[in-house]
């Protein structure tokens, strides 16, 4: 019987571990929290989920951008950039991802 | 499917035509064309020229049948995408004038590129915009206050349009061709109005001996995006107007993975691509981890910089990274621009490389004049610029000096130039047109830069313009956003940027009116916010003591390069860690 349900595949950039079943909240956040971890303006900062990500974290849009399509590329989703251009909050994030891989 | 091939049936024609259609209407007769390849590698797409002007066709008969008149202006975003052609070639066949306009940057941007849209849409006086789908909810939320906009959405609005048996009334070379947003801020945008005769003209001298002496076997690879001067005319334009093959990515997807452009190359034999510095930087720091084994770029014969400042320690590091795999340093080609001249006025000569001339700082700063440095490895007192080659033939370049007075070889002043390039001014603003066009023609470029044997070298700009990874940012919008977000008052913020070596670092003083360590660090921390959230900038606040001021011009106004040599002094204290 299967039982592992991460499978390890390789990609051109390094060896990512694509969710097949469609991912926890907890997953996505923790995901999106390491990826932002480095844009922090205070390390006494804390990540939150209503954390504004354009305003309270040091990232630039070229940043921005790579760190979407990081994500994408974790979650196997594809985000609109009108839906991108829309977020707002670190919550609002997640909920895309979710949502896009609940529909996959 | 076989990739468009190179070389082509036709006598290879380089410019000397007069109009984008007539251009496209030649190409169109040999096997080249555009093909559009992903993030992996893969082929999307691919238009030979022959189906890029069919499509135009059957698209300017929907436009004409539309009731769309003869100069009207259709907004594009100008994404790498099929349906650009479409729109943008359509329009030049049915005698309306294209509007290319960028796409939204990334998290919480909406608002921002909304606003801007509207400002194009005054701009121009758009009376129809078009673009990716899932950007037609954003055309019709920034469209509700314009209802000049007849038509609006993605493509699929121009594609039901029915086709109506209608004669082509392509644009002419007596015609304006299109309009450029790159070029003051985004709250006072100006639309520089490029005509086909300037366009031809340019072109002439970019495929020519003074320019990139374009060959039988040529072929171009890009990223760069196309509602740029350096994307539209370098990548698009130039490339037709020689009957060359194209072969895109997105600059979404070079961002994300630099080494696809140099696959693409070293795939398809690309010969000619270019980049600003910091696109060759990012090859290097984010690319040099995923080399595949097979990478070969020594077909590879003119790496062309342009955009920004052009960086030669950065190209040495890439040189150094891909010369084992074919890379010819010679190849680099330093190039100088700007879209009021349509794109090119300077290119080094081809096959020379990169060639640098380090000067005294002090003389520099001091006496306006480029001294050779004493001790060219002292980075404290020596610094190195690259030489950007000579003026286009049919071209003028003269340095001048505040009061007028042309200069000589060695002494920094104001670049102008002259020519059959030049636009006429910006869309419908004379008087911003008559501040940099003087009535003999010459244009007021805004940089500063030196004459060194004939050949360019720009040392930076008289205008206050921040240039952060290739995207122009007015220090204007910057200290707009701060006042928009009340943190302070209008008048109490000035926006710079400093070089710091590897780019440009914005830098915002702001005057503390408030008391107190914890009510400070608030206030950096907000400043820098409301830039980020407003421009997507990451930006260095310097508090200033009220009681010591930001400097002014003699007339009143605020003067951002004295702010910048205070702070350079050190006259400000440090920026709190938590800025």
């Known amino acids: 019987m299967r039982t592992a349900q ?4 390789e990609n051109d950039d390094a060896t990512a571990i694509l969710l097949r079943r469609v991912p926890t909240r907890g997953e996505v956040m923790a995901e999106i929290v390491t990826q932002l971890a480095t844009f922090r303006t205070d390390d006494r900062h804390v990540i939150r989920g209503e954390t504004v990500i354009a305003k309270d974290l040091a990232i630039d849009s070229l940043a921005v951008m790579d760190m979407v399509m990081e994500l994408e590329d974790r979650f196997d989703v594809s985000i609109p950039m009108n839906v991108v251009a829309e977020i707002q909050t670190v919550d609002e994030l997640a909920n895309t991802i979710l949502k896009l891989a609940a529909r996959r | 499917m076989d990739p468009l091939p190179t070389r082509h049936s036709l006598a290879l024609r380089r410019a000397a035509f007069g109009s984008v259609p007539e251009m496209l209407d030649y190409a169109a007769q040999g096997q080249t064309g555009v093909s559009f390849h992903s993030a992996r590698g893969e082929r999307l797409s691919a238009l030979p020229w022959k189906e890029v002007r069919e499509r135009a066709h059957v698209m300017a008969r929907k436009l004409i049948g539309a009731g769309f008149a003869r100069g009207d202006r259709l907004l594009i975003t100008a994404d790498t995408w099929p349906g650009f052609f479409d729109a943008f070639f359509g329009a030049q066949y049915a005698g309306l004038l294209p509007v290319p306009v960028s796409i939204p940057v990334g998290i919480g941007g909406k608002e921002a590129y909304l606003d801007q849209l509207r400002r194009q849409f005054a701009a121009s006086g758009a009376v129809a915009a078009v673009g990716l789908d899932e950007l037609a909810g954003f055309l019709a939320e920034a469209a509700e206050e314009f209802p000049a906009l007849r ?24 015609d304006t061709c299109y309009i450029q947003f790159s070029s003051g801020s985004t709250r006072h945008p100006h639309g520089v ?21 374009v060959v039988e076997g040529d072929r171009a690879a890009s990223w760069l995006p196309l509602y740029h001067d350096m994307g539209l005319i370098g990548f698009l334009f130039s490339p037709l107007a020689a009957q060359l093959s ?3 990515i997105t600059p979404r997807d070079f961002a994300r993975r630099p080494m696809q452009w140099l696959n693409l190359i070293s795939k398809y034999r690309g010969t000619i691509a270019y980049s600003p510095s910091f696109g060759y930087d990012l090859a290097v720091r984010r690319g040099a981890s995923q080399v595949p084994a097979d990478l070969d770029l020594s077909s590879w014969r003119h790496a062309g910089i342009g955009g920004d400042m052009v960086r030669a320690d950065v190209l040495d590091r890439f040189a150094a990274t891909f010369e084992p795999r074919g890379f010819n340093r010679s190849a680099f080609i330093p190039s100088y621009g700007m879209a009021e001249v349509c794109l090119a006025i300077t290119f080094s000569p081809g096959g020379t490389g990169v060639h640098t001339d380090t000067v005294d700082r002090t003389a520099l700063a001091e006496q306006q004049r480029a001294v050779p440095a004493a001790n060219p490895d002292d980075a404290h007192s020596a610094r190195r610029f690259v030489v950007c080659g000579k003026v286009l033939p049919r071209h003028q370049l003269e340095v001048r000096d505040e009061q007028g007075h042309v200069l000589g070889d060695r002494a920094v002043g104001r670049i102008f130039v002259r020519g059959p390039s030049i636009m006429p001014g910006y869309f419908q603003e004379p ?6 066009l003087s009535p003999d023609g010459w244009l007021d470029t805004g940089d ?12 930076g700009r008289a205008k206050d313009l921040i240039i952060v990874n290739g995207r122009n940012v007015w220090p204007q919008d910057i200290e707009w956003a701060i006042e928009a977000q009340k943190v302070v008052k209008s008048g109490d913020s000035a926006a710079f940027s400093v070089d710091t070596g590897e780019g440009e670092r914005v830098v915002v003083a702001v005057l503390a009116r408030v008391s ?8 950096a ?4 916010g409301a830039v980020r959230e407003a421009i997507a900038v990451d930006c260095d606040v310097v508090l200033v003591p009220p009681t010591m001021g930001l400097p002014h011009t003699s007339s009143g106004k605020l003067s951002r390069s004295r702010t910048k040599a205070n702070y350079l002094a050190g006259h400000y204290a440090a920026k709190p860690a938590a800025a």
């Open chain 1, 6 to 9: 991460n499978v390890i595949v």
């Open chain 2, 151 to 174: 038509l609006h959405g993605g493509m699929d609005v121009l594609e039901s349009l029915p086709e109506k048996p209608v004669d082509l009334r392509p644009l002419g070379p007596a």
């Open chain 2, 193 to 213: 109005q490029i005509t086909q005769a300037a366009l031809m003209a340019n072109l002439e001298g970019i495929t020519g001996p003074g320019g990139l002496d």
């Open chain 2, 246 to 248: 194209i072969d895109y």
């Open chain 2, 431 to 436: 008087e911003a047109s008559r501040e940099v």
């Open chain 2, 448 to 459: 500063l830069g030196y004459l060194l044997n004939g050949e360019i070298v720009v040392t």
């Open chain 2, 516 to 523: 107190g360590d914890e009510a400070k660090t608030e206030l």
């Open chain 2, 525 to 528: 921390r907000d400043v820098a």
